[in-house]
């Protein structure tokens, strides 16, 4: 059900400051794809663009097309909502909703559409728990709140709950920044397993990270501080490690800046 | 909040202080002028614990004077007779009304302020929320007299087609059934706590909505949520205890709330079964109106109605302290 | 048959119908014109105009909101027009409020009105002023804060550097339970002192009860503002030696002076409006009494319960409450804007 994203002049502002300017790429579906690049170079903006989340901040507004399958998700008509339904998202910092059971979190996306029953409902949260390598760790505890689990864990949790509504697409904005590096290697795991279902996108810090879990990557860049990022380039992940067609590529990932 | 981390401007500690001097400082209470300053503060905290012990024992010891002499039925008598030989008097017409009273004020403002909140933080245009908030923070200084005196000359008129309105299409429950009297009654009194209330109420949630933290808001409309499903999921959980705290505070003030129900209040010592008819009182209403004919005893029985009083505040207090308690397990503090 | 066409005919995911945007402004206007027209053929008030109009709005948008666009963006668009109506329904009285008071109050409000008392004016005739009410009101306030700001301040500074163990926290307990206290109790309490030792009716008496309002208030303000003096500050200060006590009055009530100052005037602001401990122990006066010490004294709050209460109507008194109200809201406001331009002026620069 993975869907194809191809993107094409797109430029992303902040009120009148442009973040990020006329990028252009195609993610290919059932891929993990990786953003790397330096701090402030954008990378993050342009995945929230990707569905539609960058609008919610405050004077956020972007130009271009995002085209997911053929279909614009900046065309009229198009309901935010349902774009945000088919393109999932995990945040750098575990956001189980704290006042929510961890059932509760698992189905809270299930619940907005439509009514299951409960049975249905029990199987979705359990397939989505196991889909997510939580099953085990939470089966126990279902009723207790997400907010006692453990960082990794909580981060865990929220990936099923996104994976829980079957989007076609799930994008990871630096899901491991805030986690030990076990929590962290059980979700790279984790990423290479859910690859199979869904597109992925991942914006990460670390390279050794993306060089681990990625098809491709893409590596984003900004001239000077105040300046709108901008994609360098994009390539499978071998390539861009071994021998990119950018120098300031290669700079940036054997660690000459950044 | 972790104030350590506040600030990162202030001097670094000097590498070698002296230990022993900054740990008997710490202590407090080593040189004359510590001393003293410790005694200033620490005398002030028990000051104000002797204050809230005097305000219990003077207020039973007049009461109990009161409550001796009283040949009705401290709880049930329906009347307030403090000047008879023996005096005969009852808080259950006041009892009634404060509560009624109170219930109609909650009502209508909870709702209505737990909205204008969401309005502020959630639905307003930016440039129009901050103005608003502003004034509102301003409204809830309003003195209560004001409050009283609008209520009394502008509010009260405008009641009366509320009132027939009412009285056409509600009046068979008996509640809603009018005379066609003056609209001094328990529901305008309601009304205008309400009024009164709604800024205190409001501003709190305000606070306690915009401290939602948006990781939680940009999770539900990640999971593709429409506006108000973000306020349903991750919004109004979140704000619950705080919302109710808020309520408990405005409960309070309409409670104890004297010179907006004495000004618009036409008072009689009996029960109306209908919200719309004049008559019945509150404890604050009544101490006011009956304070000036009232002899030694009679303000002593008065003394004994604002003793029960202060005890139902103190309950309403309590109990939002529990609520809130309860809920901590699910608070967001931890998050 | 090409791929392409069956991709074309399936329904789009994303797309959905939905409502224009100008849709709730002419759902909004619709209803206020259906209300006027059912108001003025049963013959209704403007208010219930405005309820049925508000009833019609939300009814509208659900009904065309649901069948054009489903029934959770419906619900979404209920809870927007409900919330914008809460709104509406609410600033209609609060508006008027202020309205009324600034309308009314100018008309008697000059000089001679500030600077006279009501000495030989019969409430029901026009003329006199409220020389005397704000005298009672300032010198009632004014003791007040002396007795309470510095206790308050204190108790607070007690708990944030010293506070630990059991009285700290009875203290914290009751000062929590002190802000819940009706006014009038406060009143009460002092009364019941006042009948023990059978005392008259005078103007320190109201100072006390106000005092006691006034406490809660401040330590808990208080008590905020020290909090935010960041750690570091104090360690920095006391890791050169300095004692205890000249650390907090020279670093730490120095960082916080603004915010304590606000949370006072804020204090001040709402003891000034009280009404009832005045009424039960101050009793009011008609004439000047310049001695908060011995016999009645009016004050601003009182003066305009009075003269509402005891004109049986009199036009010219009602005048004369609206134009104190006006003074004391003025009051009121002007200490309120004062205390938080100091908040915002004096604000702790936290680092960066």
């Keep these: ?258 | 909040m972790d104030i350590s981390t506040q600030t990162t401007d202030a001097p670094p500690p000097t590498p070698e202080p002296d230990v022993a001097r900054l740990k008997s400082n710490s202590r407090g209470a080593t040189r004359p002028g510590d001393r003293i300053f410790l005694g200033l503060s620490r005398g002030s905290g028990i000051l104000l614990l002797v204050v809230m012990a005097a305000i219990a024992v003077f207020l039973t010891y007049r009461a109990s004077l009161a409550i001796s002499k009283d040949h009705g039925n401290f709880l049930t008598t329906f009347e307030w007779n403090t000047n008879l030989t023996p005096p005969s008097f009852g808080i259950a017409v006041l009892a009634f009304g404060t509560i009624v009273s109170s219930i109609i004020a909650m009502a209508l403002a909870v709702p209505v302020a737990v909205a204008i909140a969401l309005f502020l933080t959630h639905y307003a245009p930016r440039k129009l929320s901050g103005p608003i908030a502003y004034v509102i923070d301003l409204l809830a200084a309003v003195p209560s007299i004001v409050y009283g005196l609008w209520g009394a000359l502008i509010l009260v008129p405008h009641m009366q087609g509320l009132y027939g309105w009412l009285n056409d299409y509600l009046g068979w429950t008996g509640i809603f059934s009018w005379d066609g009297g003056a609209p001094r009654a328990m529901l305008t009194v309601g009304i205008l706590l309400a009024i009164m209330i709604l800024p205190i109420i409001t501003n709190v949630s305000r606070e306690v909505f915009r401290q939602v933290p948006r990781m939680h808001e940009e999770a539900a409309l990640a999971l593709g949520a429409t506006r108000w499903e973000v306020v349903r999921m991750a919004v109004l959980p979140f704000g619950r205890s705080g919302v109710i705290s808020a309520s408990m505070l405005g409960l309070g003030r309409a409670l104890g709330e004297t010179m907006a129900v004495a000004t618009v209040l036409s008072p009689s010592y009996d029960i109306q079964a209908s919200l719309l008819d004049p008559g019945g009182g509150t404890f604050a209403q009544n101490i006011a109106s009956k304070f000036g004919e009232a002899t030694e005893q009679g303000r002593d029985a008065l003394i004994a109605s604002g003793l029960v009083l202060f005890v139902i505040t103190l309950l309403v207090n309590g109990a939002a302290r529990a609520i809130i308690a309860r809920r901590k397990e699910y608070s967001g503090a931890n998050a | 048959m090409s791929t392409a066409a069956v991709t074309d005919k399936r329904p789009s995911t994303l797309r959905a119908a939905s409502l224009p945007k100008w849709s709730p402004w002419a759902i909004a206007g619709g209803s206020i014109v259906l209300a006027i027209a059912i108001g003025l053929a049963g013959g209704l008030t403007k208010v219930q105009w405005g309820l049925i109009a508000a009833v019609l709005f939300i009814l509208g948008t659900y009904g065309i909101a649901a069948r054009v666009e489903g029934r959770r963006q419906a619900k979404d668009r209920v809870a927007t027009s409900l919330v914008w109506v809460a709104f509406l329904i609410a600033v209609v009285p609060l508006v008027s409020l202020v309205w009324v008071t600034i309308s009314r109050g100018v008309k008697v409000l000059n000089l001679y009105f500030l600077t006279h008392s009501m000495g030989v004016v019969a409430d029901s005739e026009p003329g006199g002023g409220i020389y005397h009410a704000i005298i009672g009101s300032l010198e009632q306030v004014g003791l007040a804060t002396l007795i309470g700001a510095p206790i308050g301040v204190m108790t607070a500074i007690y708990l944030v550097e010293y506070g630990r163990g059991r009285l700290a926290s009875a203290v914290t307990f009751f000062v929590d339970v002190m802000t819940g206290i009706p006014s009038i109790v406060a009143g009460l309490f002092i009364l019941s002192l006042m009948l023990i030792f059978k005392m008259q009716p005078f103007g320190f008496a109201g100072s006390l009860a106000l005092a006691i309002l006034m406490m809660p208030v401040v330590v808990r303000s208080t008590e905020e503002m020290l909090k935010l003096v960041p750690n570091e500050l104090r360690e920095a200060s006391l890791a050169l030696g300095v004692p205890k006590w000249r650390t907090i009055l020279k670093v730490v009530l120095p960082t916080s002076i603004g915010g304590i100052t606000t949370g006072i005037m804020l204090a001040i602001a709402r003891i000034a409006g009280e009404t009832a401990p005045v009424l039960l122990l101050v009793f009011g006066n008609p004439f000047i009494n310049n001695n908060p010490f011995e016999g009645a004294q009016a004050s601003l709050p009182l003066y305009i319960y009075q003269q509402y209460s005891q004109s049986a109507g009199a036009n010219a008194a009602y005048d004369r409450a609206w134009a104190a109200s006006l003074t004391l809201i003025a009051f009121v406001m002007i200490l309120n804007l004062v205390a938080r331009g100091i908040a915002r002026w004096k604000a702790p620069k936290t680092g960066r």
């Design chain 1, 1 to 258: 059900m993975a869907k194809r994203i191809d993107v094409s002049g797109l430029t992303a502002y902040y009120g009148s400051h442009k973040a990020i300017e006329d990028i252009s790429m195609t993610v290919e579906p059932r891929s993990v794809t990786a953003f790397i690049g330096p701090s402030g170079c954008g990378k993050s903006t342009f995945l929230r663009t990707l569905n539609r989340m960058h609008e919610v901040t405050p004077g956020g507004r972007v130009e271009g097309k995002v085209l997911l399958d053929d279909e614009d998700l900046y065309g009229t008509g198009v309901d935010p909502v349902s774009v945000r339904r088919e393109v999932g998202m995990v945040f750098q910092r575990p956001n189980p909703f704290p006042t929510m059971s961890i059932f509760e979190n698992v189905a809270a996306g299930l619940r907005l559409n439509g009514s299951y029953k409960k049975s249905e409902l029990s199987d979705i949260v359990e397939k989505s728990l196991k889909g997510a390598n939580l099953w085990n760790e939470v089966k126990d505890r279902l009723n207790k709140p997400g907010s006692g689990l453990s960082g990794g864990q909580q981060q865990r949790l929220c990936i099923a709950r996104a994976i829980a509504v079957e989007p076609k697409v799930l994008l990871m904005d630096e899901p491991c920044s805030a986690l030990d590096p076990i929590s962290t290697l059980a979700i790279e795991d984790l990423i290479g397993e859910l690859k199979e279902r869904f597109t992925i996108v991942i914006v990460t810090h670390n390279m050794q990270q993306a060089a681990r879990v990625s098809d491709r990557t893409a590596f984003f860049n900004l001239s000077a501080v105040g300046q709108p990022g901008r994609l360098i380039e994009i390539d499978d992940t071998e390539r861009i490690f071994s021998n990119p067609s950018v120098q300031a590529t290669e700079d940036y990932i054997s660690g000459r800046f950044g």
